[in-house]
Nanobody
Framework: QVQLVESGGGLVQAGGSLRLSCAAS????????MGWFRQAPGKEREFVAA????????YYAASVKGRFTISRDNAKNTVYLQANNLKPEDTAIYYC????????????????WGQGTQVTVSS
């Protein structure tokens, strides 16, 4: 069982930056691939980014590539999402999730989810 707690959300102006964090309770954190997802009001949840257990491989949705960076610190059991050049359309609740599957890079096969953190980008 893995428990995930996100933090770092908030209100920011367009063009600004935020760093989201997700602390995990897993005993073997490095054995889980991690992902970030988001859900805007009235929309379905969408994949944002993923990172392998070692951190060597990362994957991004086209809408955030070049602006967002996913990283992890396995010694701290934490995954991060650095979000730069934020746009109003990035407004959403952001969730982190953990996967034990090798097929995680497209946002599928995530079994454990956090409660989410709100990101609001004003124009």
């Amino acid at each position: 069982q893995v428990q995930l707690v996100e933090s770092g959300g908030g209100l920011v102006q367009a063009g600004g930056s935020l760093r989201l964090s997700c602390a995990a309770s897993a005993r073997t954190f490095s054995s889980y691939a991690m992902g970030w997802f988001r859900q805007a009001p009235g929309k379905e949840r969408e994949f944002v980014a993923a990172i392998s257990g070692s951190g060597a491989r990362t994957y991004y949705a086209a809408s955030v590539k070049g602006r967002f960076t996913i990283s992890r610190d396995n010694a701290k059991n934490t995954v991060y999402l650095q979000a730069n050049n934020l746009k109003p359309e990035d407004t959403a609740i952001y969730y982190c999730a953990a996967s034990e599957s090798s097929s995680y890079s497209t946002g599928r096969n995530y079994a454990y989810w956090g409660q989410g953190t709100q990101v609001t980008v004003s124009s």
